[in-house]
């Protein structure tokens, strides 16, 4: 299943796209690492500048680090617009320093998050799949 051709209209496209979209926190996730440790050798901890930079690394760590296994289990779209949030103001941050590459590797990482949001409201709401009506006859 690609990423732009998700396929909504059986349980288990929209829990594949549901598990893509948990992938994707999980890299966000391992950028927000990385990205903090770089932090850390720009800000002293003992700075309220560091302190808020630290804890801003943090609660984004937490946020996809939820979103991903709870995306994992086809629920968790709080968090995962929550995290989508992040990533947009993330996005918005990289344009304002010109970091482009982060801004494209993060806007990729939206797209899959958001396709996979899609599915998880699908699975979440009442929709009807078209996969359900072969149950009947097992």
Do not use: C, P
Request: charged content about 10%; hydrophobic content about 55%.
């Amino acid at each position: 299943m690609a990423v732009w051709d998700i396929d909504l209209s059986n349980r288990a496209g929209a829990r594949g796209a549901s598990y893509q979209a948990a992938l994707s926190a999980y890299i966000y996730a391992g950028m927000t690492v990385l990205g903090g440790l770089l932090a850390l050798g720009r800000y002293d901890l003992a700075t309220l500048a560091g302190k808020i930079t630290a804890a801003q690394v943090v609660l984004q760590l937490t946020i996809a680090l939820v979103a991903g296994t709870l995306l994992r289990d086809g629920r968790g779209a709080f968090w995962g617009v929550a995290l989508a949030a992040f990533m947009v103001v993330n996005m918005i941050g990289g344009l304002v320093t010109l970091a482009i590459f982060g801004v494209i590797l993060t806007g990729m990482l939206l797209l899959v998050l958001v396709n996979g949001l899609r599915g998880t409201f699908a699975l979440r709401g009442e929709s009807h799949f078209a996969d359900d009506d072969i149950d009947i006859f097992h």
